[in-house]
Protein backbone atom coordinates (compact mmCIF):
# COMPACT_ATOMS: atom_id res chain seq x y z
CA UNK A 1 0.00 0.00 0.00
CA UNK A 2 1.55 3.27 -1.00
CA UNK A 3 -0.21 6.85 -2.04
CA UNK A 4 3.26 8.55 -3.13
CA UNK A 5 2.85 11.88 -2.31
CA UNK A 6 -0.65 12.18 -1.92
CA UNK A 7 -2.07 12.52 1.94
CA UNK A 8 -5.53 12.29 3.01
CA UNK A 9 -5.63 12.70 6.71
CA UNK A 10 -2.95 12.65 9.15
CA UNK A 11 0.14 10.39 8.64
CA UNK A 12 -1.43 7.89 11.90
CA UNK A 13 -5.26 8.26 9.95
CA UNK A 14 -3.33 6.83 6.77
CA UNK A 15 -1.13 3.92 8.67
CA UNK A 16 -3.67 3.13 10.72
CA UNK A 17 -6.16 1.95 7.80
CA UNK A 18 -3.63 0.47 6.14
CA UNK A 19 -2.78 -1.78 9.13
CA UNK A 20 -6.10 -2.23 10.07
CA UNK A 21 -6.96 -3.23 6.72
CA UNK A 22 -4.59 -6.07 6.56
CA UNK A 23 -4.95 -7.11 9.77
CA UNK A 24 -8.77 -7.65 8.78
CA UNK A 25 -7.81 -9.23 5.43
CA UNK A 26 -5.38 -11.95 7.39
CA UNK A 27 -2.47 -10.19 5.22
CA UNK A 28 0.85 -9.08 5.24
CA UNK A 29 1.55 -5.76 4.20
CA UNK A 30 4.14 -3.60 2.71
CA UNK A 31 3.70 -0.05 3.43
CA UNK A 32 4.86 2.95 1.51
CA UNK A 33 5.74 5.73 3.48
CA UNK A 34 5.38 8.43 0.98
CA UNK A 35 5.53 11.71 1.43
CA UNK A 36 3.04 11.91 4.25
CA UNK A 37 6.27 9.48 6.27
CA UNK A 38 3.89 6.56 7.17
CA UNK A 39 5.30 4.66 9.91
CA UNK A 40 4.09 1.71 12.37
CA UNK A 41 5.00 4.65 14.99
CA UNK A 42 2.33 6.27 14.13
CA UNK A 43 -0.24 3.73 14.91
CA UNK A 44 -2.29 4.31 17.69
CA UNK A 45 -3.11 0.61 19.82
CA UNK A 46 -0.52 -2.03 20.76
CA UNK A 47 -2.62 -4.67 19.02
CA UNK A 48 -1.99 -2.93 15.37
CA UNK A 49 1.81 -2.22 16.65
CA UNK A 50 2.43 -5.59 17.11
CA UNK A 51 0.54 -6.82 13.88
CA UNK A 52 2.56 -4.14 12.05
CA UNK A 53 5.91 -6.24 14.03
CA UNK A 54 5.03 -9.43 12.86
CA UNK A 55 3.26 -9.13 9.52
CA UNK A 56 4.09 -5.56 8.03
CA UNK A 57 7.07 -3.44 6.47
CA UNK A 58 7.17 -0.26 6.52
CA UNK A 59 9.43 1.45 3.76
CA UNK A 60 10.52 5.17 3.85
CA UNK A 61 12.59 6.01 0.47
CA UNK A 62 11.91 5.12 -2.91
CA UNK A 63 11.25 1.21 -3.71
CA UNK A 64 10.84 0.68 -7.65
CA UNK A 65 7.73 -0.24 -8.42
CA UNK A 66 9.52 -2.50 -11.17
CA UNK A 67 10.97 -4.69 -8.57
CA UNK A 68 8.33 -4.41 -5.60
CA UNK A 69 5.27 -4.90 -6.99
CA UNK A 70 5.89 -8.24 -9.24
CA UNK A 71 6.77 -9.65 -5.25
CA UNK A 72 3.03 -8.50 -3.95
CA UNK A 73 -0.47 -10.21 -4.42
CA UNK A 74 -2.50 -6.75 -5.31
CA UNK A 75 -1.62 -3.32 -4.66
CA UNK A 76 -3.72 -0.40 -2.97
CA UNK A 77 -2.34 2.84 -4.80
CA UNK A 78 -3.62 6.76 -5.34
CA UNK A 79 -4.34 6.04 -9.01
CA UNK A 80 -2.00 8.08 -10.61
CA UNK A 81 -1.93 6.66 -14.14
CA UNK A 82 1.95 5.81 -14.38
CA UNK A 83 1.73 4.17 -10.84
CA UNK A 84 -1.90 2.01 -12.40
CA UNK A 85 0.68 0.96 -15.62
CA UNK A 86 3.49 -0.06 -12.88
CA UNK A 87 1.11 -1.83 -11.35
CA UNK A 88 -0.59 -3.84 -14.31
CA UNK A 89 2.64 -4.90 -16.03
CA UNK A 90 3.52 -6.58 -12.56
CA UNK A 91 0.41 -8.76 -13.85
CA UNK A 92 -1.29 -7.81 -10.19
CA UNK A 93 -4.95 -6.62 -9.59
CA UNK A 94 -5.05 -3.00 -8.15
CA UNK A 95 -7.17 -1.07 -6.00
CA UNK A 96 -7.14 2.01 -6.92
CA UNK A 97 -8.19 4.66 -3.38
CA UNK A 98 -8.39 8.22 -5.41
CA UNK A 99 -7.40 10.93 -2.87
CA UNK A 100 -7.97 13.70 -5.62
CA UNK A 101 -10.90 14.60 -8.07
CA UNK A 102 -8.60 14.40 -10.83
CA UNK A 103 -7.33 11.72 -12.97
CA UNK A 104 -7.91 8.82 -10.48
CA UNK A 105 -11.16 8.68 -10.49
CA UNK A 106 -11.27 8.25 -14.14
CA UNK A 107 -8.48 5.30 -13.29
CA UNK A 108 -10.50 3.58 -10.55
CA UNK A 109 -13.42 3.78 -13.10
CA UNK A 110 -11.31 2.08 -16.07
CA UNK A 111 -9.84 -0.44 -13.11
CA UNK A 112 -13.85 -1.35 -12.67
CA UNK A 113 -14.84 -1.27 -15.91
CA UNK A 114 -11.90 -3.90 -17.13
CA UNK A 115 -12.62 -5.82 -14.40
CA UNK A 116 -8.97 -5.16 -13.09
CA UNK A 117 -9.45 -5.05 -9.49
CA UNK A 118 -11.68 -2.39 -7.41
CA UNK A 119 -11.78 1.29 -7.93
CA UNK A 120 -13.50 3.41 -5.27
CA UNK A 121 -15.86 6.05 -5.87
CA UNK A 122 -15.58 7.73 -3.41
CA UNK A 123 -11.51 9.45 -1.63
CA UNK A 124 -9.43 7.69 0.72
CA UNK A 125 -10.24 9.60 3.26
CA UNK A 126 -13.39 8.64 3.42
CA UNK A 127 -12.80 4.79 2.90
CA UNK A 128 -12.93 2.70 6.13
CA UNK A 129 -10.84 -0.40 6.92
CA UNK A 130 -13.61 -3.18 6.04
CA UNK A 131 -14.36 -1.89 2.94
CA UNK A 132 -10.85 -1.68 2.13
CA UNK A 133 -10.41 -4.98 3.57
CA UNK A 134 -13.30 -6.49 1.39
CA UNK A 135 -11.47 -4.69 -1.39
CA UNK A 136 -8.22 -6.57 -0.39
CA UNK A 137 -9.65 -9.92 -0.27
CA UNK A 138 -11.88 -9.82 -3.25
CA UNK A 139 -8.85 -9.01 -5.33
CA UNK A 140 -7.15 -11.38 -4.23
CA UNK A 141 -9.03 -14.15 -4.51
CA UNK A 142 -10.76 -13.79 -7.93
CA UNK A 143 -9.43 -15.91 -10.39
CA UNK A 144 -11.19 -13.91 -13.04
CA UNK A 145 -9.54 -10.74 -11.76
CA UNK A 146 -6.24 -12.26 -12.28
CA UNK A 147 -6.83 -13.80 -15.61
CA UNK A 148 -8.25 -9.90 -16.59
CA UNK A 149 -5.13 -8.83 -15.28
CA UNK A 150 -2.47 -11.05 -16.71
CA UNK A 151 -3.94 -10.46 -20.15
CA UNK A 152 -3.55 -6.76 -19.72
CA UNK A 153 -0.11 -7.19 -18.71
CA UNK A 154 0.73 -9.04 -21.77
CA UNK A 155 -0.82 -6.59 -23.84
CA UNK A 156 1.04 -3.80 -21.82
CA UNK A 157 4.14 -5.49 -22.44
CA UNK A 158 4.28 -5.22 -26.24
CA UNK A 159 3.51 -2.10 -26.00
CA UNK A 160 5.92 0.25 -26.95
CA UNK A 161 4.46 3.10 -25.39
CA UNK A 162 7.51 5.79 -26.36
CA UNK A 163 7.05 4.66 -30.07
CA UNK A 164 3.49 5.15 -29.76
CA UNK A 165 3.61 8.58 -28.35
CA UNK A 166 6.44 9.61 -30.31
CA UNK A 167 4.61 8.91 -33.31
CA UNK A 168 1.84 10.67 -32.07
CA UNK A 169 3.36 13.83 -30.86
CA UNK A 170 4.91 14.08 -34.78
CA UNK A 171 1.96 13.12 -36.12
CA UNK A 172 0.44 16.27 -34.64
CA UNK A 173 3.53 18.79 -34.99
CA UNK A 174 3.30 17.70 -38.67
CA UNK A 175 -0.55 18.56 -39.18
CA UNK A 176 0.02 21.53 -37.33
CA UNK A 177 3.15 22.57 -39.20
CA UNK A 178 1.49 22.22 -41.85
CA UNK A 179 -1.32 24.69 -41.59
CA UNK A 180 -1.24 28.25 -43.14
CA UNK A 181 -0.62 30.64 -40.65
CA UNK A 182 -2.66 33.62 -40.01
Request: hydrophobic share 45%; glycine share 10%; aromatic share 6%.
Amino acid sequence: MGWGSMQAGTPDQMATLAIEAAQSAGTRVVVLGGWAGLSAEALPTDELRSFATESAFFCQGDVPHEWLFPQCSAAVIHGGAGTCAAVLKSAIPLIVTPVLGNDQFYWAGRVNALGLGKGFRKQLRRINAAELSAAIIMVTTSALVQSKVNEMAATLRQEDGVEVATGIITALAKKNTQRPHT
